[in-house]
């Protein structure tokens, strides 16, 4: 959310103090209750552009709440990922999608329709910040600096910035299909739209979560910036190209799995964001390297170009349908990737077409693994059989493929698995010590 500017500039200072993070919390809240009035008296606007005849406007005002339950949270959120604690952060969420998909599922059995998707939206987040409020401890000062402020308003107001330009547009295609299309159209996209950010949602917040306090640490230091950048560009590749690439080739087995036949429309749209989800979250890391040396206002300009690009694509597309709109979702996510790694070239050095090409070859393995994983299609009928399957032989054909390539990356990350099961299995049978 567009807030969280000023908690990411946290995790990117070096030693925040406690009266640095009290600040962020009550301005955070404070944003966040001016965004929401400000979207209150906007809901009709909205209810007319959709053409839904004054039902949006309560749905939309409940919605909204989310913004002022999520800030609630962000500096917990900030202050583990800044000690490198994202075990609880994930099992936050964890917690918060279990809760609140069973009580979307439950409220959409009882005949409440949208309402479901509403309540489903604002009890993930009113879960996910009381797990935090209880487990992390941490409580607000009654206090508020503005010198604190001061102090981090640069990196923050570039975050914040940045991150209200990409809220604004991620969300602009849904009214520009209402405003444009039928109210099927709409729908189609919003399922297909809502499976796939959550691929990418979580893909992004595992990566940058993670990564930003460990480039930070080392901003002063470019030789090691430089080697933790190289890594982190083709660990994100390892990981995010194939299960992308997986929920590409599996759409039609999860939508019947989950609607049978209901939704077979926004497979092939859920396919084109599944693929743009690559380059969305490949730009987002390597907006991490920008933001762990402080240039938030090379972010800005990202996001500006983003805008603009995004709004040529609609321009061009939205004559042809829906389909052509997301493909060209698509080619504007491929234009700002590629722009977003000339930026990263032009702020820390690293060259843009090294980037691109630590990626070149995950992107050719994970190719050749979907093959096979695909064509499965053609011989087992039972969508239940199906997707199981596609998962093991295009995971299995990936990680063969990838050790035949003696991947460093592939035994890192194996070996830090494995090694972690065996460790904590011999420290629970007492045969081995920390």
Not at 50 to 61: E, I, K, T, Y
Not at 84 to 112: E, F, H, P, Q
Not at 150 to 162: L, N, P, Y
Not at 243 to 261: E, K, N, R, S, Y
Request: with cysteine; charged share 10%.
């Amino acid at each position: 959310m567009p807030i969280c500017g000023f908690s990411n500039a946290l995790v990117q200072r070096k030693d925040p103090t406690a009266t640095d993070y009290s600040t962020v919390f009550w301005f955070n809240l404070g944003v966040s209750v001016a965004i929401y009035m400000v979207l209150w008296f906007a809901a009709p606007l909205i209810d007319s552009i959709f053409h839904a005849d004054g039902r949006l406007v309560p749905m939309s005002r409940v919605m909204f709440l989310t913004f002022i339950v999520n800030a609630t949270a962000l500096v917990q959120t900030n202050r583990l990922i800044k000690q490198m604690n994202v075990k609880m952060v994930a099992v936050s969420n964890v917690i918060g999608l279990v809760v609140s998909g069973a009580l979307g599922i439950w409220l959409a059995l009882d005949g409440y329709g949208a309402w479901a998707i509403v309540w489903q939206s604002l009890s993930l987040a009113a879960v996910k910040s009381i797990v935090l409020w209880i487990t992390t401890g941490w409580r607000p000062l009654w206090e508020f600096s503005m010198a604190s402020l001061r102090s981090i308003f640069k990196v923050g107001a570039g975050v914040m910035t940045g991150n209200l330009l990409n809220v604004t547009f991620q969300n602009i295609y849904s009214f520009i299909i209402g405003a444009f299309y039928n109210l099927a159209q709409l729908g189609c996209y919003t399922q297909a739209d809502k499976w796939s950010k959550m691929g990418v949602a979580s893909l992004s917040s595992i990566l940058n979560t993670t990564f930003l306090p460990v480039l930070s640490g080392v901003q002063d230091d470019r030789e090691r910036f430089y080697r933790m950048m190289s890594k982190i560009n083709r660990l994100s590749a390892y990981m995010v190209l194939p299960c992308m690439g997986l929920l590409f080739a599996t759409a039609p087995a999860i939508f019947h799995v989950l609607f049978q036949d209901k939704w077979d429309a926004a497979i092939v749209l859920f396919q084109l964001l599944a693929v743009r989800g690559v380059f969305t979250i490949m730009s987002s890391v390597y907006s991490t390297y920008i933001l762990a040396i402080g240039n938030a206002k090379q972010l800005v300009h990202s996001e500006v170009v983003k805008c603009v690009v995004i709004a040529i694509a609609i321009a061009v597309t939205v004559p042809y349908g829906i389909k052509w709109l997301v493909v060209g979702q698509l080619v504007a996510g491929v234009v700002c990737y590629v722009y977003n790694a000339v930026l990263v070239y032009k702020v820390t050095g690293y060259h843009w077409a090294l980037l691109i090409n630590e990626i070149m070859l995950f992107a050719l393995v994970t190719v050749l693994a979907l093959f096979p994983a695909s064509a499965l299609g053609l011989w087992i009928e039972s969508d239940y059989l199906l997707l199981p399957a596609q998962i093991v032989v295009g995971g299995g054909i990936y990680l063969a493929l990838n050790a035949l390539l003696r991947s460093a990356i592939q035994r890192e990350v194996l070996g830090y698995a494995f090694g972690r099961f065996i460790g904590g299995k011999q420290d629970k049978s007492g045969k081995r010590g920390r």
